[in-house]
Nanobody, 118 residues
Framework: QVQLVESGGGLVQAGGSHTLSCAASGSTFTCNLMGWYRQAPGKQRELVARISSRNSATYANSVKDRFTVSRGNAKNTVFLQMNNLKPDDTAVYYC????????????WGQGTQVTVSS
């Protein structure tokens, strides 16, 4: 059974920095894409950043130049370094793993709350 486990959520002051971590346990496959999505109250879930197994990254315009997504040395791990946080970044952040190929599938973490105070 595959599980994505996120860690690092919490309360941060505006202008501060914070790092989220995610690791997939129980997996024998490689996540071709790993990334972070977020959902603020009353809003749809949106892509924040994602990175391929070849370390090609994509960012939402709202976080570009402030957030950095990276993959860890351990298999199927991903991090999100968040700098210059803003109150608008307050949301539940979800880790995602996409497996491509013959049997494509997607896995999600349970979500971790990030709250940015002004």
């Amino acid at each position: 059974q595959v599980q994505l486990v996120e860690s690092g959520g919490g309360l941060v002051q505006a202008g501060g920095s914070h790092t989220l971590s995610c690791a997939a346990s129980g997996s024998t496959f490689t996540c071709n894409l790993m990334g972070w999505y977020r959902q603020a109250p009353g809003k749809q879930r949106e892509l924040v950043a994602r990175i391929s197994s070849r370390n090609s990254a994509t960012y939402a315009n709202s976080v570009k130049d402030r957030f950095t997504v990276s993959r860890g040395n351990a298999k199927n791990t991903v991090f999100l370094q968040m700098n210059n946080l803003k109150p608008d970044d307050t949301a539940v952040y979800y880790c995602n793993c996409d497996v491509m190929g013959f049997s494509p599938r997607s896995y999600w973490g349970q979500g971790t709350q990030v709250t940015v105070s002004s």
